[in-house]
């Protein structure tokens, strides 16, 4: 690659020290960069040269970079995870942008996920929405045979597509209401349309909306801007099916629990 | 009661209600353009019907209007509790933000609900009580009608708001089934293609009306 083919890019980046701290976007200029960089080394060539100058490297989150883990996830000039579509922002390249761009950086946006340090955001609340019901009773003993329980082709196709979320947080961000139906929805279909995750169904969808609600999220307009946020497109047919399995929840009579276990 | 209060505090139980309430809005909404085309079949036609409301189906429109009534205030309550939750989800705005493929129909639902329902008012002190209509005489609706509508200005007024019924119904309508779970899955979830239909002939249907007045189509 010549040495003409390297662009100059200006970043303007939220700067935040600590949680409590106050903010502010600030500009660099990045020269030299190439565009087979994806976007988080372009952030690291920057980063090198802020230490070099003594300043504070810009904080942000990463681990995999291969679209897989979900720990990324910027809003690039108002775009969660930026101008690809179905990619995470460590899937970006900088080929995407053109020489002199500018290109503003934040942090997601919402009250359920704090700021912790520039662009790295507290996005704990999607855990606890998991907890509260994200999950099937299993027998304990040995693994059963896989085959052993029939799944439709089907379900176990939108199964799989729901499942695909790896938990970025996109959808809060690109929400306008920063509501976190899409992930929430995604994580109630994957086990509510499976065999195995019929136990709980109801109550799952029951719980998950409710601790989605205690975590300060919006509600959902289906604007349908999370659906196209989202790095692995999964489609708000979920939120469809969140909102059914939750009012057939609603009217069903309440169950009462019995304790588990012997006296 | 303490499930009845459960679901109206949940964002999704709350949202399932404006859904309901859309929905009756939606049904009302349609009915009461057609019976206006009756406008077209000259005054006698129209006055005949207004009677055969408020006469032999009396008990009929004060059930509706109870009905009507509920629906508007949950509608408005649910509306207003969603829209300041959402707001707090998001104190602090981002400096840039590019919406994607949010229409502009569902980023006008608050203020277009806003003046949908400042039409409500007026209209209803327009032609239903006439406090604010100079021409006003009980009975005669069609009379009412052209002494309301002949004033450009409140014609426009009327045309307007029923732009912004258009607008509200074109992502109402289609929102609506999917709030409440019965939306049928599609490989494009956000086509919408009844939405558009009933927003178009809603809109249009009433709509004909102020402009056939102005036009002097109807008088
Ligand atoms: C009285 C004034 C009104 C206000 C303030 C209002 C406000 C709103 C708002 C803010 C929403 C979006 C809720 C959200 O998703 O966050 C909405 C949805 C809706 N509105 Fe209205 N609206 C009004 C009148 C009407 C009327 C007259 C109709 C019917 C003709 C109607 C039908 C609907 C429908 C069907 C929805 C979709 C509900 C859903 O997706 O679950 N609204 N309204
Ligand atoms: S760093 Fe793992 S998905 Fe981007």
Redo the contacts with the bound molecule.
Sequence with gaps: MSHDDTMQITVRVWRQPGPAAGGALVSYDVPGVSPEMSFLEMLDVLNERLTERGELPIAFDHDCREGICGMCGLMINGVAHGPEKATTTCQLHMRSFRNGDVITVEPWRATAFPVLADLVVDRRALDRIIASGGFISAPTGGAPDGNAIPVPKPAADQAMDAAACIGCGACVAACPNGSASLFTAAKISHLGLLPQGQAERFRRALSMVQQMDLEHFG????YGECQEACPKEISIDTITRMNGDFLRAAAQPPVREAATGSI | MHRLAAFWESSVGK?AV??VT??V??L??IGHMVGNLQVFQGAERLNAYGHLLHGPLNELIWGARVVLLVA?VL??VA?WQ??MRSRAARPVPYAVRTPQVSTLASRT??WG??L??AF?VYHLLDLTIGAVNPAFEEGNVYGNLLGSLQRPLIAVFYIVAMGA?AL??Y???W??L??LGVAPESPSPLKRRVAVAIAVIVAVGFAVVPVAVILGIVR
């Design positions: 509600s959902c307009t289906l | 949202k404006m859904a859309g929905i809005g939606v009302f909404v508007v509608h408005m509306a969603l829209t639902l608050r609900g806003v949908l329902l409500l019924l509200h119904l992502h109402g309508a929102s609506s999917r709030t």
